[in-house]
């Protein structure tokens, strides 16, 4: 079965330093899809990054990153120059093909607190 | 505006009283799916649909219905709910269902049934 795990459920970072949410996930497919969700206090649901698993280069999308490592089902997300708005829960998800669309699965979660 | 819409965006109700969240979407997509989030366990699929009259269950189907009559529409019925089923329910839409479309989720309905 295909699962997905966040081991932190929390994390704190000082705002414009660096951080990284860990995420790895467990699946015998070659073909899916990985993303990072951020959900604000407003609950908001909001796709950060997504990469492609037959794609060796990692994603980026302005001050969010990942570090993409297929063999070890590693995909963790790099935070830089954090902000007060970064502050929210962050999912880590994976997209599974059956029977010609993608089932979604989602980690548990990390809550990201931003200091001042 | 392009968007998902979800009513009601909270509900108190009690055990066994039939009820349905409506989710609605104006983009076009083929693709609806729900979800529910829970502390501690993410968000777990509980149903989704590729395109009109064409379901499929998720991680977590039991207790629930779903219903694809028109494209735009992807209402959400609880029967019998119960309250293992107090939960914050999204609902949301791509546009063909395959991964590199994102997901638009609605902004959530938060259940609790007593």
């Known amino acids: 079965a295909q699962t997905v795990t966040q081991s932190q459920p929390e994390m704190s970072v000082q705002e414009a330093e660096t951080v990284t949410l860990s995420c790895t996930y467990d699946?015998?497919?070659?073909?899916?899809?990985l993303f990072w969700y951020k959900q604000p206090p407003s609950r908001q649901m909001i796709l950060v990054i997504r990469?492609?698993?037959?794609?060796?280069q990692n994603a980026t999308e302005n001050r969010f990153s990942v570090n993409f490592q297929k063999a070890a089902k590693s995909f963790s997300l790099k935070i830089s120059d954090s902000q007060l708005g970064d502050a929210a829960m962050y999912f880590c998800?994976?997209?599974?093909?059956?029977?010609?669309?993608?089932?979604?699965?989602f980690g548990t979660g990390t809550r990201l607190k931003v200091l001042a | 505006e392009a968007q998902v819409t979800q009513n009601p965006r909270y509900l108190i109700t009690v055990t066994g009283k039939k009820l349905t969240v409506t989710c609605s979407q104006n983009?076009?997509?083929?693709?609806m799916s729900w979800y529910r989030q829970d502390p501690g366990l993410g968000l777990r699929q509980i149903y989704y649909s590729m395109n009109v009259e064409v379901t499929d269950k998720g991680d977590v189907p039991e207790g629930y219905k779903v219903s694809r009559k028109e494209k735009r529409n992807f209402p959400l019925i609880l029967e019998s709910p119960s309250p293992n089923q107090t939960s914050l329910y999204f609902c949301?839409?791509?546009?063909?269902?395959?991964?590199?479309?994102?997901?638009?989720f609605g902004p959530g309905t938060r259940l609790t049934v007593l």
């Open positions: 983009m076009n997509h083929e693709y």
């Open positions: 990469q492609e698993a037959y794609k060796q």
């Open positions: 699946t015998s497919e070659s073909d899916y899809y």
């Open positions: 949301a839409s791509s546009s063909l269902g395959t991964a590199t479309d994102t997901q638009y």
């Open positions: 998800a994976y997209a599974a093909p059956t029977s010609g669309t993608y089932k979604y699965i």
